[in-house]
Structures are given as structure tokens and as C-alpha cells.
């Protein structure tokens, strides 16, 4: 049932970031390839890393395979990246990716009140700027898309001993040999 919900919620959350992407298009350099916001080892909510295996036990072998090596070389490195970023900056599990992948790069509100948006983005305007310059309807309320998915991973993980989080690229574990 609380898979059902994750899908659900993730469908509201696509659904507001193409409006916010809309609201915001005058004022936003993403694009593909744009991967800045990947540039970092990120952890998921327990329901989402499991739409992250369901999806990766989807793709070949060799895909997954090499993968794992990936995630063993940044380990390795200790390079700061997404495991799931590809070399041309793309995402090799964009259709499942988290929420949190799914929302940068336009301004969204912290639970402080304050914006926050991709550096990238609004280089045209003073940072004070950017809350008059932009429909407030398109801004996302961070706290409450947090608070949301907190809520449906509780229930999503309720009776067992999983954690709550686990780091992103943890995803590979049961669907790489």
C-alpha cells in the first residue's frame, strides 16, 4: 500500500516540477547533461531505493555489472558522485531516481523560509530578486515534500528492521551478482 502511495506522490511531485519548470523557464539553465547537482553521494528514503531495484533488476546484467564497478571506483576514489551518473551527465536510473533528484535546480523553499535553487540558475538576477520575479504557486515547499515522504516511508518500512535512509548507491546491493 505504501508503494502504491510512493507512486502516487511521485506522480504530484513530476507533476509540479514540469509546472515550476514552466514557471521558472525564463530563469533556468538545466538541461541534460547539467549534472552539478550530481556531484555528490546522496541517501534515500528505504522506499525509494527499493523503486531504484525494482527498476535496475530491469537491466541487463552487463549494465549492472558495470555499475557496481562504477560504485566500486568512486568508492575507491572516494570521488564525490552520484553512482547512477552517467558519463555524458546523464541519470542511468532517471525514471526511478529519488524525489530529491527530481526537484533541483528550480527555487524551492526551505523549511527556513528562505529560496534555494541550482547556482547555475538566476544568474540574471540579484538574489533578493528572485522571490519577486517568480510565481510563488511554482515555488516547492521543501518541508512538506519531506515531511510527505518521511511519513510514506514509515509506513512503507512499518514491521520491519530496515533503516529509514540508506546512501543512494546501496541500490546496486541486491540486483548486482
Partial sequence: MA??????????????????????AAYLRCEHGCDGCCRVRRSAYTVEADRIRRHLSTLPL??????????????????SKCVFLDDDG????????????????PAVRLPDGELAWCELNFTDLETADVSTRIDGSTI??????????AVINAQYIAGTDRP???PLAAALDPVCP
Fill in 62 to 79: 552487463t549494465q549492472r555489472e558495470a555499475l557496481r564497478r562504477r560504485r566500486d571506483r568512486l568508492d575507491e576514489s572516494g570521488e
Fill in 140 to 149: 516547492l515547499d521543501v518541508n512538506l515534500l519531506n515531511h510527505t515522504l
Fill in 164 to 166: 529509514a535512509r540508506s
Fill in 90 to 105: 546523464g541519470c542511468a536510473v532517471y525514471t526511478a531516481r529519488p524525489l530529491i533528484c527530481r526537484t533541483h535546480g
Fill in 3 to 24: 508503494d502504491g502511495a510512493y507512486l502516487a506522490f511521485v506522480a504530484k511531485v513530476d507533476a509540479f516540477a514540469q509546472l515550476a519548470h514552466a514557471g521558472q
